[in-house]
C-alpha cells in the first residue's frame, strides 16, 4: 500500500546551520507531497506542497522538489533558525482514494542559539 | 478567530464513558476529516466526510462513531472508552478536490483515557 518514510529525529542543529529532512514514499498512483509543521502545542500546519513530478514547493525559506525517479520530497532548509524547533511531517495524497493523507511518522527538529 | 476549532482542547475520562470530540470551523469547506496522532507515529485517519450525507471510514474508525450536523461541524464519538484510545485527535477540513486540495488542521483535542 501506499505509505511514506521520513528520517527519523530527533534531529538537533545549532542555529543557521543547513538542513536536510529526508521523505521517500512508495504510492500506486500520482501523489501530491507536502511537508506540514507542528509547533509545540499546536496543530499541523501546511509548510509547503507539490502536485507532480520536478515541481519545487517552497516557504518560508524551506523548499522540497517532487523527484519522481527516486520517489523522494526532501525538505531542506539553507539556515535554520532556533524558531524552526517544531516535528515535521511529510505527507502525500492519492486522489482516488478519497483525498486523504497519509503521513510519515514526524522528525523532531531541535534549533539551539 | 482560528478557522478549524476544537473542542475541548483537553479531556481525562475513564475507561468505558462515551466522549464526543467537537470540531467546527469556519472556512465553509465541504470535506472534513478526523486524524489520530500517537507518539512517534504519523496521523492516522479515523473518519472522512466529503459533504453532510456522506461519511466515510478511515483506516482506523473501530471504536469510533462521528456526525456531520452541518457544514461547519463535524463530531467524533468514542461510544466506550478504552485506554489505547489515549491519543491527540485532529480535526481538518479541505477545500477544492482534486490536485491543489489542501488540508487545513485544529489545533487538537489531547484525550486521555485512564
Known amino acids: 500500500g501506499d505509505s511514506v518514510t521520513q528520517m527519523e529525529g530527533p534531529v538537533t542543529l545549532s542555529e543557521e546551520a543547513f538542513l536536510t529532512i529526508n521523505c521517500t514514499y512508495t504510492?500506486?498512483?500520482?501523489?501530491?507531497l507536502f511537508w506540514y509543521v507542528q509547533y509545540p502545542g499546536e496543530g499541523l500546519q501546511l509548510l509547503l506542497k507539490?502536485?507532480?513530478?520536478?515541481d519545487k514547493g517552497s516557504n518560508k525559506g524551506f523548499e522540497a522538489t517532487y523527484r519522481k525517479e527516486t520517489t523522494s520530497f526532501h525538505l531542506e532548509k539553507g539556515s535554520v533558525q532556533v524558531s524552526d524547533s517544531a516535528v515535521y511531517f511529510c505527507?502525500?495524497?492519492?486522489?482516488?482514494?478519497?483525498?486523504?493523507?497519509?503521513f510519515g511518522q514526524g522528525t523532531e527538529l531541535s534549533v539551539k542559539p | 478567530d482560528a478557522d478549524v476549532t476544537q473542542t475541548p482542547r483537553n479531556r481525562i475520562t475513564k475507561t468505558g464513558k462515551r466522549i464526543m470530540l467537537e470540531c467546527s470551523q469556519t472556512?465553509?469547506?465541504?470535506?472534513m476529516y478526523w486524524y489520530r496522532q500517537d507518539p512517534g507515529l504519523g496521523l492516522q485517519l479515523i473518519y472522512y466526510?466529503?459533504?453532510?450525507?456522506?461519511?466515510n471510514k478511515g483506516e482506523i474508525s473501530d471504536g469510533y462513531s462521528v456526525s456531520r450536523q452541518a457544514q461547519a461541524k463535524f463530531s467524533l464519538s468514542l461510544e466506550s472508552a478504552i485506554p489505547n484510545q489515549t491519543a491527540l485527535y485532529f480535526c481538518?477540513?479541505?477545500?477544492?478536490?482534486?490536485?491543489?486540495?489542501?488540508?487545513?488542521f485544529g489545533p487538537g483535542t489531547r484525550l486521555l483515557v485512564l
Open positions: 507539490a502536485t507532480k513530478a520536478d
Open positions: 466526510s466529503f459533504d453532510v450525507k456522506d461519511i
Open positions: 472556512k465553509g469547506h465541504d470535506r
Open positions: 504510492a500506486t498512483g500520482y501523489p501530491s
Open positions: 481538518a477540513t479541505s477545500d477544492t478536490a482534486g490536485e491543489q486540495e489542501t488540508q487545513y
Open positions: 505527507a502525500l495524497r492519492v486522489y482516488n482514494q478519497g483525498g486523504k493523507l497519509i
